[in-house]
């Protein structure tokens, strides 16, 4: 009994589809994009998003045209043009998410028009407010932050999402960017501490080392220069750029000789 109405509807879905014209213009674009024939495939998606606005398709083809734009032909602002028309006309749709990140993204990674990334990312929390990757969008917006040089918000940002993301994946990291904003602010007491908060809370987290080189850091700005020597020591042979200890070494050595402790 339960089967019948499920059977009705993928009838009629797949009457609906074959009655509606766009469906072969876009199995054309797909199968262009398939071959990577680019032209093609933005041709008979751009026909189906246009001419056939009504189609169940429209979206999809929007969001296959703006990825094609964005990721293959670089071309940022057509890219730009498809993200925000899927928005726009098709507010509800399976790709609205994705294709309101991807515009943000672009403006982030590409533009690097930071303040036009954080209104992009902040639509997205405004509009899907319970979407499961809204704490990648929120770290996105940290960063964008960051960037500018507003290191006070961009702390704001980063624990935010400790408050309301506590199970994510990205908790570590933000532990150690809160450190590492803190300490480009120079509340290296702060600092020093969440750095050691890092280490302690996720002792397997790649951000150790770093973790380990931020409390040097700070140790140096706040005189405790053979401390800071020791902590350097110990990352020997263990942090990614030995050229970069090795410099901290000698300069904090040289410190020590010059003071005469």
Not at 230 to 247: A, C, M, T
């Amino acid at each position: 009994m339960i089967l019948r109405p499920l059977l009705c509807i993928l009838l009629f879905t797949l009457i609906s589809c074959s009655q509606d014209p766009s469906q072969k213009i876009f199995q054309k674009a797909e199968a262009a994009l398939d071959e990577k024939r680019y032209a093609e495939a933005v041709e008979n998606y751009r026909k189906v998003a246009v001419e056939y606005k009504e189609s169940i398709l429209a979206p999809r083809a929007l969001y296959r045209l703006g990825m094609i734009y964005f990721h293959v032909l670089r071309d940022y602002q057509k890219a730009i043009g498809a993200f925000v028309e899927l928005g726009h006309s098709f507010p509800d749709s399976i790709f609205a998410f994705d294709a309101g990140k991807s515009l943000a993204d672009i403006y982030f990674e590409k533009l690097e028009d930071f303040n036009a990334a954080v209104v992009e990312y902040q639509k997205l929390i405004r509009m899907f407010p319970s979407h499961p990757g809204l704490d990648a969008v929120r770290y996105r917006i940290a960063q964008c932050y960051s960037k500018m040089g507003d290191l006070y918000q961009a702390e704001i940002e980063y624990r935010s999402i400790l408050k309301n993301y506590p199970a994510s994946s990205l908790v570590p990291e933000v532990h150690y960017q809160i450190a590492s904003t803190l300490y480009l602010q120079g509340k290296t007491e702060e600092a020093r501490t969440a750095y050691e908060e890092t280490i302690e809370k996720f002792p397997n987290s790649p951000f150790i080392v770093d973790a380990e080189m931020g409390i040097a850091n700070c140790l140096e700005e706040e005189g405790e220069l053979r401390e800071a020597l020791s902590r350097l020591e110990g990352l020997k042979g263990r942090y990614p750029q030995p050229d970069i200890v090795r410099h901290k070494i000698d300069r904090i050595t040289a410190r020590i000789k010059k003071r005469g402790l």
